[in-house]
C-alpha cells in the first residue's frame, strides 16, 4: 500500500480490514515488526508485509537507483563520491545508535559536512534504502524512526541471501500479488503500478499464464480470485477511502473512479481523501478536530449518505 502520507497508509488498511485500529498498525511496525515501510514500487514508500520486503526490494531497487542518483546530483550532491560517503554516514549512525528519526540522521550528515537541505536528504535516505541497508522501523510518538535493515528484519530468506535471486519467480509474485487486488488488469497497469519496465510485466504475466481466465477484452484476471467463497463480491459499499489511496494509483487510467473530479488530485500531486459510492469517486472529505467532515460533488442519495456518515463513525474509531 502507498505509505509516503502517514494517516492515509493507516486508512487504507482500515478500508480493506475488519475491526483494526491505526494503533494496531502502529504495533505491527513497532512490536511486531510484521510489516514494514520502504521505497519500493515506483520509488514511493510503500507498506508491505515485513516477509514481502525482501522480495519486492530486490525487484524494484535496480530500477530506481539511476533515478535517484540522478535527483541528487540535481540536489548538488555527487552522486558517486559524496553520496557514498553520506549513505555510511547514516549507517554508521544507526549502528552506533539506532533507531533514529529523520532529524537526528539530518544532524549527523551535517555534521559530516554533507547537504541536507531541499530533497537532498530524502533522496541520500531512499538511497540507503535501495542498498538494502535501510528501512522505516518503530514508531516513536507520530515519528518512525529508521533503522538498519539487518537489525530491526534479521537475515534474508534463503532464497534472497544468493548474489542473484530468482527474478522470475518474483516476477510471477508480483503480477499474481497484483492480480489478486487490481484484476482484471493489462500489462501496461501492472508495469505502471510496479515501476517495471513492461518487458518485466509481461513476463511476469506469462509465468502465470495458466492462472489466468480468459477474457474478451484481453485483459488479465486470476481464475481463482482469493476473493471467491468470502463475503467481498461486486462494489464495495459507501466508504471513505484517505490521502493516496491505492485504488487511485493501481491502473494507467483511473477516468473510471474518478471521472470528472479531477480536483480529487490537485496541481502539486497530492491525492486528496475521498468518499466512494457505486464504485466512483462521490465526495471528498478531511476532520477537523474530532468530526468528519464530507463535501459531495452533488446531492447524496439518502442511503449514500447515511452509509457513509456510518463509516465517518469508523474513521474515527479507527483513528482513536
Known sequence: MQAQDPRGA?????????????????????????????????????????ED????????????????SRRLAQEGIDPAAEADRGVAVIARALESDGPLDRASLASRLTSAGIRVQGQALVHLLALASLRGLIARGPMAARQQAFVLVRDWLGAPPARFAAASPDRGAALAELAR?????????GERDLAKWAGLPLRDARRGL???????????DGLAELARSRQEGSRCTGLPGPLLLGAFDPLLLGWTDREPIVGPHRQIIT????????????????????IAGNAVAVTPFAPLADEVDLALRRDA???????G
Do not use: C, K
Not at 500479488?177 to 488488469?185: D, E, Q, W
Not at 506469462?206 to 474478451?216: K, S, T
Not at 466512483?280 to 478531511?286: E, G, L, N, P, Y
Open 267 to 286: 496541481e502539486n500531486g497530492i491525492f486528496r481523501p475521498f468518499a466512494l459510492a457505486g464504485g466512483r469517486a462521490v465526495a471528498t472529505w478531511s
Open 313 to 319: 463513525a469508523d474513521v474515527l474509531r479507527f483513528l
Open 206 to 216: 506469462q509465468a502465470i499464464a495458466d492462472e489466468l481466465r480468459d477474457r474478451d
Open 177 to 185: 500479488r497484483y492480480l489478486a487486488g487490481h484484476g482484471p488488469a
Open 53 to 68: 520486503y525482501w522480495w519486492l526490494h530486490a525487484l524494484t531497487a535496480p530500477v530506481m537507483t539511476a533515478a535517484i
Open 10 to 50: 493507516r486508512l487504507a488498511v482500515r478500508a480493506r480490514s475488519a475491526g483494526l485500529t491505526a494503533a494496531d498498525v502502529d504495533r505491527a511496525l513497532t512490536a511486531d515488526r510484521s510489516m514494514v515501510i520502504t521505497w519500493l514500487n515506483r520509488g514511493t514508500l510503500h507498506l508491505v508485509a515485513a
